[in-house]
């Protein structure tokens, strides 16, 4: 995956590796690209079909730690379940020669949502819909796969320029999702009942409670993220965690003309983004169709060149 700022916090020199570094015999690492204090990512190479891939490194501090290695192996699992065009794929994984995990995935150019969000305020409907609508498809077939994300936000939605379109979404990083019971034999839990798990401003209330999650948690988020794509902020902010916490759990959905001096949101806009965000995960929608199917039929059309598959796509689903 490419980003557009290649200054990493947390790395120190020593846990870089050095350009033309060759991993598992087939891939060449370039220029450092993405990543943080727990991983480092480089755009990279298949070294004998010369096709360019994103190579995800962990952290040579860390990588001798038993929970964070298997944490890392298991974002690698969760995304290499889903084959879907709106979802990143994982296509290996490996260990450098000082034992270090490695992941390698396909190389995405363009820019994530939040860089997007940050340059433009908001975002009209019209290119909103399509986005929406394109990582509720990403999150049916993540959540088809028994898997939970847990940690949708702009940084983690990627815009590039495919399909005639600027806005064609890629879910990555999923470094917290959850796999659930039942999904994989032999899976273990890697979270502790209770702990908070994910991003304050993007959290759905039961996972501010440390409840256990299910998919309508990434429902919630995406919800969220519509709010946020209309009026440029998220519907609670704080600078305290835990108060954005108590907003989740306890406190309604602020109107989204409150939060914008004169935005114009469509009421039947606001009314499905609403439900997305109801406290009880029982009174939203069911599933990620769900929700797309009521944007496609209570909200006002894209002229996205992406509407018509967007359609089509959520037309045959059950």
């Known amino acids: 995956m490419a980003t557009t700022e290649p200054t990493i916090p947390g790395a120190t020199p020593h846990d870089l590796l050095p350009a033309g570094t060759r991993l598992a015999n087939r891939y060449v690492v370039g220029e450092l690209i993405g990543g943080g204090g727990m ?12 096709r360019a891939m994103a190579i995800k490194v962990l952290a040579s501090e860390l990588a001798h730690e038993p929970s964070i290695v298997e ?3 298991q974002e690698a699992r969760a995304a290499s379940k889903i084959h879907h065009e709106n979802v990143v794929e994982v296509t290996d994984f ?41 990582l509720l498809a990403a999150l049916q077939a993540v959540h088809e796969q028994g898997v939970v994300h847990r940690d949708i936000k702009p940084e983690n939605i990627f815009l590039l320029s495919r399909m005639g379109s600027h806005d064609f979404v890629k879910v990555c990083d999923f470094g917290i999702a959850k796999v659930l019971r039942g999904s994989r034999p032999g899976g273990k839990s890697l979270t502790v009942k209770g702990q908070l798990i994910g ?66 949101v469509d009421p039947q806009v606001e009314a499905v983004i609403v439900r997305a965000l ?16 009521a944007l496609l039929r209570d909200t006002p059309q894209s002229s996205s060149t992406l509407l018509p598959g967007l359609r089509k796509h959520f037309e045959g689903t059950a």
């Open 39 to 50: 991983a480092q990512v480089y755009r990279g190479e298949h070294e004998t079909i010369g």
């Open 199 to 264: 991003t304050p401003p993007y959290m759905s209330p039961e996972q501010c409670l440390g409840a256990d999650v299910d998919a309508r948690a990434d429902l919630y988020t995406a919800g969220i993220i519509a709010y946020e794509l209309l009026t440029g902020r998220t519907p609670f902010e704080s600078e305290d965690p835990v108060k954005m916490i108590r907003m989740h759990v306890y406190e309604p959905v602020p109107p989204m003309a409150d939060k914008a001096l004169g935005i114009e």
């Open 94 to 134: 490996g260990e450098t020669e000082t034992g270090r995990p490695f992941m390698v995935m396909e190389y995405l150019e363009g820019e994530d949502l939040g860089h997007t969000l940050a340059r433009e305020g908001r975002i009209s409907w019209d290119r909103a819909q399509p986005i929406l609508l394109q």
């Open 278 to 293: 109801a406290k009880d995960r029982d009174e939203r929608f069911s599933s990620a169709n769900e929700l797309a199917r």
């Open 71 to 73: 944490r890392f192996i």
